[in-house]
């Protein structure tokens, strides 16, 4: 997917709104590694928050989306979120970036401690779900739910035995492997081997080269979309042969573009929101529907931008329940009781007490014209 003028798109909606007694704020890599993925969180958010101003607000207040990029950087992830609290006086949170990121974030209480709600964040580790954060209300099923899947499917179904990884080094990969080696556990299994890469460089070659000499029936990536699609080609220039799988960090339009569709072409991945393309859902429709201006002709709404779109939906709703004049702590208990919401096809469900909010997981697989199978 290629976005027109993402940042200057972004300011403008900003700048549109500055005067909204209704700040939400948001820290994601809009820049480095994983700054592509980022700009279509943020944009995801801006679309909808932009189709709510359109139709005269809230309660005739516009909402002001305010991001902050962190480049992918935990110190400047919780320096942004001190800013977007104490300075910008959000009301509440949205769409962060990263499972070190959000594991600082919770140890810090920055969310306890000021009473913020923060809605939706790309990461599935069981490390912030569990215990978490009662403020962080979270829109993804876990990477232990997505490991399952993979796992049941390449043993269970296939009958793999010979299963590798090959993880980035911090709490994202970890989180990806842990989950891996108990499910195969599970099934008296073990790693056939295992690969890390440098988180900051994204370097992936000696990866490749280690699992190309093990050459396993399949290969799980706990990996965002460059790092995996870099790891796929020298893979396969070595000569590796493995069944590619991958998780829902990898943005399947991004590592198309970086590696060409005859490369990325059988790349399993699995997915934690429905399909962007899946028009039977009004959901989907409406999405589409708001997405189309930011789209060059023949391109498909990403799984990133949808899931930007739909945290400022569920966010949007809360901010309704909360009455007029939204505080921090009516955004919260709206969220809270926010029972079986149904998005248009795509169910959220949390409670007093619950904050995992969906366990929706399906496989897709990249197919020979670069689009997704499912």
Known sequence: MILRNVLLTL??????????????GESVPTSGLAGDTGKALALGASIYFGRVNAQGGINGEPINLITRDDGYDAT?????????????????????YGTTPMQELIKAKLLDNAGIALVGAYSGADSIRTPGSPFFFQTRASYTDEIERIV?????HLGVTRIA????????????????????????LTL??????????????????ALAKINPEAIVMVAISKPAATFTKQYKALGGTSQLYGLSPIQ????????GVGTAHGIGLSQVFPAPTNAQLKLIRDFQKDAEPFLKTGDYPSYALLEGYISARLLTEAIKRAGKNPTRAS??????????????GFTVDFTDKRRLGSNFVELTMISPTGTLTR
């Open 152 to 156: 049941s499917l390449l043993n269970d």
């Open 331 to 344: 955004v919260y208990t709206a969220l809270s009781n926010m029972r079986k919401f149904d998005l248009g």
């Open 11 to 24: 300011a403008l909606m900003t700048t549109a709104t500055s005067q909204a007694d209704i700040n939400i």
């Open 192 to 209: 056939a081997g295992e690969a890390w890469y440098d988180k900051t460089s994204g370097d992936t070659n000696s990866a490749a080269q």
């Open 165 to 188: 990884v090959v993880a980035q080094k911090d709490g994202f990969g970890e989180a990806g492997y842990t989950a891996l080696k108990n499910e195969l556990a599970k099934r008296k």
């Open 76 to 96: 400047r992830t919780l320096a942004n979120t001190h800013d977007l609290i104490e300075k910008e006086n959000a009301v509440a949170l949205i769409g962060y």
């Open 252 to 259: 399947y339009d991004e590592v198309t573009k970086a590696v």
